[in-house]
């Protein structure tokens, strides 16, 4: 057994198992229920791995939504040092991308997630994976993403020359612009969107997702969809390290938003704050 699955809360472990797609390795979480059951598949952020935050976790399965928390490519239970380095980014991000649709696959022939209710999202580079892979025809219906950009070329090459940040590292700009949703956005197709941010990230600023929200707001106009599908909530001095790190002292505040934002786009009760 995996020394980070023996670290869950004893009500998660009881719910929960580690599988591997292929190679990808997961964690099921699912909820009490005697029929199907609306799903995310969530992707953690680079250098962590997918039994980070339990508490995620158990917040969606006593609300009746399953969890699909996988490693990213080289991390979690296929470590390879080099993948944690900011300069493999982009490759985890292309790598990620094309490993979703086996996942979606095995969901439905493992049965008991509703496939009409599957959603997608992720935090940092498992968020970057999540805006790359929406710009491709899809099943899910509603994504939710944290402390991340679908504007990597602004992102890495910033047009203003801005040197603040957080890495050091130069990219291949053919490499980013494959991968980059801000490149291939025509083929995103307008859905609940839900993107939450610190201030201050300085890893990630907020200016650049602003700026990929911003144009995907056209983008839904365009394709005669209501702009406020898209939603942006920002936190101010959360204490996260580099406020980039999950939300500090507005983590509750996040989780309850992001719930809230899942309860809705699958149908189900009225929503109420969990403060755990």
């Not at 909820?31 to 598949?41: H, K, T």
């Not at 956005?185 to 200016?207: K, Q, T």
């Amino acid at each position: 057994m995996d020394p980070r699955f023996l670290k869950l809360p004893k009500s998660l472990q009881e719910r929960s198992e580690t599988i591997r797609i292929g190679e990808v390795p997961a964690l099921i979480a699912r909820p009490e229920s005697d029929g199907p059951v609306p799903a995310v598949i969530w992707m953690h952020g680079r250098t962590v791995y997918k039994e980070l935050d339990p508490g995620r976790y158990q917040r969606w399965i006593r609300s009746g939504i399953a969890a699909v928390a996988l490693d990213l490519p080289g991390h979690g239970e296929r470590y390879i040092e080099e993948y944690h380095a900011p300069n493999r980014t982009v490759d985890l991000i292309a790598q990620g991308v094309g490993e979703i649709d086996s996942v979606v696959e095995w969901m439905r022939d493992e049965g008991g997630f509703d496939m009409e209710r599957i959603a997608i999202g992720g935090m940092s580079a498992g968020g970057m994976v999540t805006l790359s892979r929406l710009c491709n025809p899809h099943p899910f219906v509603a994504a939710c993403v944290e402390g991340t950009t679908g504007n990597l070329h602004e992102l890495y090459f910033p047009s203003n020359g801005e040197p603040g940040r957080g890495w050091l590292v130069e990219h291949d700009e053919d490499k980013v612009d494959r991968v980059d949703p801000m490149q291939h956005m025509g083929g995103f197709r307008p859905i609940p969107l839900l993107a939450l941010h610190n201030e201050g990230d300085e890893l990630v600023p907020i200016s650049v997702q602003r700026s990929f929200l911003d144009a995907l707001r056209g983008h839904y106009i365009e394709r005669c969809a209501d702009p406020g599908l898209i939603e942006l909530h920002s936190f101010t001095d959360t204490g996260a390290p580099q406020e980039h790190a999950g939300f500090g002292r507005r983590a509750n505040d996040a989780k309850n938003l992001q719930l809230e934002f899942l309860r809705r786009v699958f149908g189900l009760d009225a929503f109420e704050a969990d403060n755990t």
